[in-house]
T-cell receptor, first 111, second 110 residues
Framework: SAVISQKPSRDICQRGTSLTIQCQVDSQVTMMFWYRQQPGQSLTLIAT?????????ESGFVIDKFPISRPNLTFSTLTVSNMSPEDSSIYLC????????FGPGTRLLVL | GQQLNQSPQSMFIQEGEDVSMNCTSS?????WLWYKQEPGEGPVLLIA?????ELTSNGRLTAQFGITRKDSFLNISASIPSDVGIYFCAGRNAGNMLTFGGGTRLMVKP
């Protein structure tokens, strides 16, 4: 299994600012992902974080709004840029080794 | 795109009762995963299923990969208060992406 940590666990931000969320996995994994989860809702995939190349974004998500880095096989960051209240959500990092695991999430509130 | 229909959306049961929830899809999946999410936490993997017809248990939990590869169910026997949470099914296709069901919110009355 993979143990995943995220920082920060929660934050309150002003509109127009940006927040970078960090994700650390305790072992090397082949794939890392970023999801968004609105309160009481299911999970929506934002993008696949590719090591050494640009992330692969799902429909409705763009690099300018959600830039992603993955410098190695255990670490990734997601930035939520130029935030608005609609970006208030839970952001979850996920990693796949033999199966897929999730971090504890980052709870973001944009005022 | 692919969709997973998960039912029921919520259940309010008495402690000790058995629980059953399921997911169906119009598309075939190669893997089915079941997760539980508690308030303030990320989803935690409960059971992974890799072959059609596979039946796997994890304590009081039992899940099956449907023979048609388009459905899966999760059963919880003799529910206890700590079973409370939201249960998500997820299917993985040949493209390696996970698709999530809408979740089943389980509430257990002591």
């Amino acid at each position: 299994s993979a143990v995943i940590s995220q920082k920060p666990s929660r934050d309150i931000c002003q509109r127009g600012t940006s927040l970078t969320i960090q994700c650390q996995v305790d072992s090397q994994v082949t794939m890392m992902f970023w999801y968004r989860q609105q309160p009481g809702q299911s999970l929506t995939l934002i993008a696949t974080a590719n090591q050494g190349s640009e992330a692969t974004y799902e429909s409705g998500f763009v690099i300018d709004k959600f830039p992603i880095s993955r410098p190695n096989l255990t670490f990734s960051t997601l930035t939520v840029s130029n935030m608005s209240p609609e970006d208030s959500s839970i952001y979850l990092c996920s990693a796949r080794s033999e199966t897929q695991y999730f971090g504890p999430g980052t709870r973001l509130l944009v005022l | 795109g692919q969709q997973l229909n998960q039912s029921p959306q919520s259940m309010f049961i008495q402690e000790g009762e058995d629980v059953s929830m399921n997911c169906t899809s119009s598309s075939i999946f190669n893997t089915w995963l079941w997760y539980k999410q508690e308030p303030g936490e990320g989803p935690v993997l409960l059971i992974a299923l890799y072959k059609a017809g596979e039946l796997t248990s994890n304590g009081r939990l039992t899940a099956q990969f449907g023979i048609t590869r388009k459905d899966s169910f999760l059963n919880i026997s003799a529910s206890i208060p700590s079973d409370v949470g939201i249960y998500f099914c997820a299917g993985r296709n040949a493209g390696n992406m996970l698709t999530f069901g809408g979740g089943t919110r389980l509430m257990v009355k002591p």
